[in-house]
């Protein structure tokens, strides 16, 4: 449905508002909203995206992010309420994740949830801290307590079934997360994630943080998309302030974007290989991937792109030496990285373990809400540069690479298809000056915005408050739901292709924890 | 034979020393003493308060800096430079004893555990980068282990949250003796910019640390300069 048929059948029934040209603010009464919501997803075929809590100083606001991914706009439900969330989880399966974080970070009970159990605070935290309350003071440290009392982990216990704890430290250079697998005989027949370690508190400071400053804090959430945090950003001021900028800056920014995606896939599709123990192109992978690295680091002197994406325009001079040095670059791996993937693609041994491997329905994975790569994969045809297009993805991005099957083998197909639309992206890169802008954010106005980075679609919400800083900022990172996915994936499969079937999704462990 | 037609191909892939000058990675700042007026912009300018004054000089603490750049551009006056030295690593309170006891104990080899507190990531792909082919640590004798067990030092990045503290503390004790502790990145030192979070702590509050690798992330070659620091071999 187009956003002013949208618009006219909101009409009769509720009070709206509409702010940034694609956003429809529905306010709700606390009753009705489970109607509402079903109400929205089954007859107006919008899809559930993020739920998230604002505390204002009368209570608080609880908002039900929706987008139709058609015609590219967002409708934002939301409701107040004194201390309880309502649960959706009749309706969105995953919503019992949001509405655990809400009541961990603001302390509001869930009505009508069958999972209450803590998500964020692990049993470690001192009870009755709430961090994101306004009367929570920044810089004030959360203690530890004395005595820890058990998690009880989901496990199948039958005769014959054993548990197989892993983590929170792992065997190898990869960042921490509990996995607990019930496993009978070979097969695993129950997989529970936990999460969480990592959790710093970054929604807290980023509200204690001035607005010039505030884009190295994005870029530091996730490492690997440090490109595309850093974009948002920058594309939310600008939506705030109402600025474009020029088409040179976002040929420059779109290429940045399409760099990072690049040298993350080639790492992911390398973790492929070395998982099936087919060494030789892993390394030859991983060693593309760090020729891609040490073009960033000539570009920008970075070799994760950091800081060089700013509201308002780009940090680094584009100079004519750079521009060939990227497109020589560009050229050579292309060539190398066709070579290697028609080895991997010729070979049996890699293709009996990678084919048939992990699915994940496209049943599933639409309950899951699965985005990025993984949802791709299971037949989800939504790319936010197709859906949302910013910076130069609305010319050149014409179609939606998809896969049927949800395999570990349409995974790895479709990054290798990610790369080639990158290097073909990249032939049209000019040269660009320097520039930046003063922020000066205004008061109390509120955005969204969605980004695809590595791991799938980005929301980031903002409203801006007094002294050029934001008042609440609220990340839905494309990890959050994706994990789940594992989860399902795994199930039937033997304990040694877990690792394949993670790698093939390879999430992001620390945008999930933030 | 694919395999084999490629290798004939291209030949070896890699370098013959990892730790060549690199004219494009970032590296020390440092202060030219004539140019600088003491106008204290780039002190409001550091994100994290890495620039402080000391005997009316500017100082810059490189194990905290993030390295952003911004006070470069802020600086009317040029008076910093970035000089491209990555080689900034530096040893903690322990560090010269420990070096000693490596050379006595390990002699030539060093096995590494790999433990991820609170990172971004970044530093973790930077430490995955140091075991490709390009820069292949394990020429040095090298090699990063699965079980603390078989480590002789953990080398951790990020901040400590509290969720991770009590696994980071268990591997630690998990490790034989003489042990050590390798800070990679500036969040290892004090949190980097995550040091104001509620949930984050100090690692050096918590563990004795042997090294500091400087960077947001430290680039591979950074990597590899500190840990050949700290076995003697330069």
């Known amino acids: 449905m187009r956003f002013n048929e949208m618009i006219k059948e909101l009409e009769q029934e509720f009070v709206y508002e509409v702010k940034n040209t694609n956003e429809i603010y529905v306010t709700l009464d606390k009753s009705s909203v489970i109607d509402v919501v079903s109400d929205m997803i089954s007859k107006y075929k919008l899809h559930f995206v993020a739920q998230f809590c604002v505390e204002n100083h009368d209570g608080f606001t609880i908002n039900i992010v929706l987008s139709n991914r058609r015609n590219g706009y967002y409708v934002i439900l939301r409701y107040t309420t004194g201390n309880e969330v309502i649960s959706l989880e009749s309706i969105i399966h995953q919503a019992s994740l949001f509405e655990r974080e809400i009541v961990d970070l603001f302390r509001l009970s869930i009505h ?264 791709r994969a299971s037949r989800i045809r939504y790319d936010v540069r197709h859906s949302f297009p910013y910076e130069m993805y609305g010319e050149i991005k014409k179609s939606i690479n998809v896969e049927t099957i949800g395999g570990v083998f349409e995974r790895y197909k479709l990054k290798i298809a990610e790369i080639r639309e990158a290097f073909n992206l990249s032939s049209q890169i000019k040269h660009v000056n320097k520039r930046k ?78 | 034979m694919g395999i084999l037609k490629d290798r004939i191909k291209y030949g070896s892939e890699t370098i013959k020393d990892p730790i060549y000058f690199n004219k494009f990675s970032y590296g020390r700042i440092e202060v030219d003493e004539n140019k600088c007026t003491l106008c204290k912009k780039c002190i409001d300018m550091c994100p994290i308060n890495a620039i402080s004054v000391m005997d009316k000089k500017i100082f810059i603490d490189n194990k905290g800096c993030i390295f952003c750049g911004n006070c470069l551009s802020t600086c009317e006056y040029g008076a910093l430079v970035n000089t491209h030295d990555y080689k900034m690593a530096e040893f903690g309170q322990l560090g010269e004893e420990s070096r000693e006891k490596i050379y006595k104990k390990f002699n030539r080899s060093l096995v590494l555990r790999s433990v991820d507190t609170g990172s971004c990531n970044a530093c973790m792909l930077e430490l995955s980068a140091t075991t490709n082919n390009f820069y292949a640590i394990s020429r040095y004798g090298i090699t990063f282990a699965a079980s603390p067990r078989h480590a002789d030092g953990i080398v951790v990045t990020g901040p400590v949250p509290l969720n991770i503290k009590d696994a980071l503390l268990r591997t630690y004790y998990a490790m034989p003796e003489p042990r050590l502790v390798i800070a990679v990145g500036a969040c290892a030192y004090d949190g980097g910019i995550f040091k104001d979070k509620y949930a984050v702590e100090r690692l050096d509050k918590i563990l004795p640390v042997d090294l500091y690798i400087p960077g947001c992330p430290p680039s591979p070659q950074a990597i590899i300069y500190g840990v050949l620091k700290l076995m003697q071999r330069i």
């Open chain 1, 437 to 514: 802008i003063n922020i000066n954010l205004p008061e109390n106005k509120e955005a969204f915005i969605s980004v695809e980075t590595v791991k799938g679609e980005l929301l980031v919400y903002v409203r801006t408050g007094k002294d050029n800083k934001f008042d609440r900022i609220y990340f839905k990172t494309p990890s959050f739901t994706n994990w789940n996915g594992l989860t399902y994936a795994v199930l039937g499969e033997i304990v040694p292709d877990f690792p394949l079937c993670n790698k093939s999704f390879n999430m992001s462990y620390s945008e999930n924890d933030r």
């Open chain 1, 112 to 375: 009508g949830s069958s999972d209450n159990r803590n998500l964020v605070k692990h049993e470690i935290w001192q009870a009755n801290v709430y961090p994101l309350r306004k009367n929570f003071k920044f810089k004030e440290k959360v203690s530890a307590k004395y005595e820890i009392p058990e998690y009880r982990f989901k496990e199948i216990r039958v005769d014959g079934a054993h548990q197989i704890p892993v983590g929170p430290v792992h065997a190898g250079i990869i960042e921490p997360g509990h996995f607990r697998f019930s496993v009978i005989g070979e097969d695993i027949k129950n997989l529970e994630i936990r999460l969480m370690y990592k959790h710093r508190g970054v929604e807290n400071l980023c509200k204690n943080v001035i607005a010039e400053n505030l884009n190295l804090v994005f870029e530091r959430i996730a490492g690997e998309s440090s490109v595309a945090y850093n974009e948002a950003y920058a594309l939310l001021v600008e939506k705030i302030l109402g600025i474009e900028v020029t088409r040179e800056a976002k040929i420059v920014r779109t290429i940045l974007l399409e760099l990072e995606r690049i040298y993350n896939f080639l790492d992911d599709i390398a973790g492929i290989c070395v998982d099936v123990g087919y060494s030789y192109p892993a390394k030859k992978y991983s060693y593309l991937s760090e020729q891609i690295h040490q073009l960033c680091e000539k570009i920008s002197g970075n070799r994760l792109l950091r800081n060089s994406i700013v509201p308002g325009g780009i940090n680094i001079a584009i100079t004519p030496e750079k521009l060939s040095a990227i497109l020589e670059t560009i050229k050579s791996v292309n060539n190398r990285f066709e070579g290697i993937v028609d080895m991997t693609m010729n070979s049996v041994p890699f293709l009996d373990r990678v084919e048939i491997t992990g699915v994940v329905d496209n049943e599933i994975a639409e309950k899951l809400i699965l985005t990025g790569v993984v949802g």
